[in-house]
T-cell receptor, first 115, second 113 residues
Framework: EAGVAQSPRYKIIEKRQSVAFWCNPI?????LYWYQQILGQGPKLLIQ????????DSQLPKDRFSAERLKGVDSTLKIQPAKLEDSAVYLC?????????????FGPGTRLTVL | GDSVTQMEGPVTLSEEAFLTINCTYT??????LFWYVQYPGEGLQLLLK?????DKGSNKGFEATYRKETTSFHLEKGSVQVSDSAVYFC????????????FGKGMKLTVNP
């Protein structure tokens, strides 16, 4: 079974530029998560989707971050405009369904550097 | 709010040494508790979990017991190997069916032969 795919793996941009990350979850997984992991810290949930609907986006900085999962499969996370403090690894995870009994499977992440 | 505090590293051990990584949490009710591991160059993987008080999670020689009275979920292994070198994260999922994971800061472990 293929794992969670993310691209690109690395991205370097200048502040105020835009960037987009893509995630393809494990086939059949209804729930998709985006986490932000700043160096030296644990991952922090940005947004959670159930199929193509948003379950939790309370920690998403909506003035600059947006995410979509239009067909309930793959997802895109966008930052516009980027700030220096957005430098982090962006992790995508998926699970079969909602609930803590459904294991979250993580992708390899996209490392973003904002100069 | 919900939070996880775990022992800070980095930690370096010799092969076959005993490992303990402390983890305590703050949460209302009975959260589910997890240990995740991140091997060099790889994504986060679930190592073990416990969903109620006094449950013991175990996998690959690692164990952790959910202690409600001390709000702790310490990770232990009796004899570490070089292949256990990784970053270890303690995490919780709040009670009530929420699936959000709240992570600690992680601890880097290096095991030398």
């Amino acid at each position: 079974e293929a794992g969670v795919a993310q691209s690109p793996r690395y991205k370097i941009i200048e502040k105020r530029q835009s960037v987009a990350f893509w995630c393809n979850p494990i086939s059949g997984h209804a729930t998709l998560y985006w986490y932000q992991q700043i160096l030296g810290q644990g991952p922090k949930l940005l947004i959670q989707f159930q199929n193509n609907g948003v379950v939790d986006d309370s920690q998403l900085p909506k003035d600059r971050f947006s995410a979509e999962r239009l067909k309930g499969v793959d997802s895109t996370l966008k930052i516009q405009p980027a700030k220096l403090e957005d430098s982090a690894v962006y992790l995508c995870a998926s699970s079969k369904d909602r609930g803590p009994y459904n294991e979250q499977f993580f992708g390899p992440g996209t490392r973003l550097t904002v100069l | 709010g919900d939070s996880v505090t775990q022992m800070e590293g980095p930690v370096t051990l010799s092969e076959e040494a005993f490992l303990t990584i402390n983890c305590t949490y703050t949460a209302t009710g009975y959260p589910s508790l997890f240990w995740y591991v991140q091997y060099p160059g790889e994504g986060l993987q679930l190592l073990l979990k416990a969903t109620k008080a006094d449950d013991k999670g175990s996998n690959k020689g690692f164990e952790a017991t959910y202690r409600k009275e001390t709000t702790s979920f310490h990770l232990e292994k009796g004899s570490v190997q070089v292949s256990d070198s990784a970053v270890y994260f303690c995490a919780l999922s709040p009670q009530g069916g929420s699936e959000k994971l709240v992570f600690g800061k992680g601890m880097k472990l290096t095991v030398n032969p």
